[in-house]
């Protein structure tokens, strides 16, 4: 736990030098962890200054308490008929030249071909044979803590389902959050009851940095609003999609 409260410190550190979109710049050196909700929607370009797409979203490992993928809509007409891609964290940049723009380390043609997937296939992501094929399609090594238990690999990413026993499937996909989902969501204690809710999370473009969750106790107590940061690894899953810390309301 005190190893927690102190990267639950360095977190809020990192929350006052990070003031959202404008953390993109070369400038910047090594950048701290930066804010979700600043970074979805931010454009996505090659090296060659390309358009690539759009951040969508970001799917976090709930098990690891890492970030797993960097979801990007590209293509279609204003939102319609785009499609969805994912990429390991350690091919996006936010040291860019370009303000509110991220890069990928990516070719246009190379992009073309990267696999895509639908929304509703967001478990099969956490198959080991995707990890795999994503992370090897951009040639990065899976880390062995994403792996885990070995299941039988499973076909393209497109349209695949139903190639693993479902007890694992689901067991497995519980593991997968979006971090649009968890946003506004419900903070609980140990004993079940609310304290706050998840107003944002810090995320670095690697896997190796653990994601914090950002949650503000509101208007649940007569004092002013706290804001709290937490590893995700630290939370657990409750029913419903609320997280919950293991400590009580007066902690």
């Not at 990007?72 to 370009?98: C, D, E, N, Y």
């Not at 992370?135 to 803590?145: A, I, K, R």
């Amino acid at each position: 736990m005190r190893r927690a409260v102190a990267m639950a410190l360095a977190a809020m550190a990192a929350v006052a030098a990070v003031s959202g979109r404008g953390q993109t710049n070369r400038s910047v050196g090594r950048l701290p962890p930066l804010r979700a909700r600043g970074l979805i929607g931010m454009e996505v370009e090659d090296k060659d200054g390309q358009k690539m797409g759009k951040v969508r979203d970001f799917v976090l490992n709930a098990r690891t308490g890492k970030l797993q993928y960097v979801v990007i809509s590209s293509g279609g007409f204003f939102g319609l008929r785009s499609k969805l891609k994912v990429v390991p964290p350690q091919v996006v940049s936010a040291a860019t030249a370009k303000r509110n723009t991220l890069e990928l380390n990516s070719t246009r043609t190379r992009w073309d071909q990267a696999p895509t997937f639908r929304a509703s296939e967001l478990a099969t992501l956490a198959q080991p044979g995707h990890i795999r094929q994503v992370y090897q399609f951009y040639g990065q090594t899976p880390p062995p803590d994403l792996l885990g238990d070995r299941a039988p690999p499973a076909g393209g990413l497109t349209g695949s389902t139903g190639r693993v026993s479902g007890n694992r499937a689901r067991s497995r996909s519980t593991e997968l959050k979006l971090a649009g989902d968890l946003i506004g969501e419900p903070v609980l204690e140990r004993n079940q009851e609310r304290i706050g809710k998840v107003t944002d999370l810090l995320i670095a473009f690697d896997y190796s940095t653990p994601v914090l969750v950002i949650y503000s106790t509101g208007r649940l107590f007569k004092d002013r609003r706290h804001y709290y940061a937490v590893p995700l690894r630290n939370m657990s899953m409750v029913s419903g999609g609320k997280l919950s810390v293991p400590v009580d309301r007066q902690t």
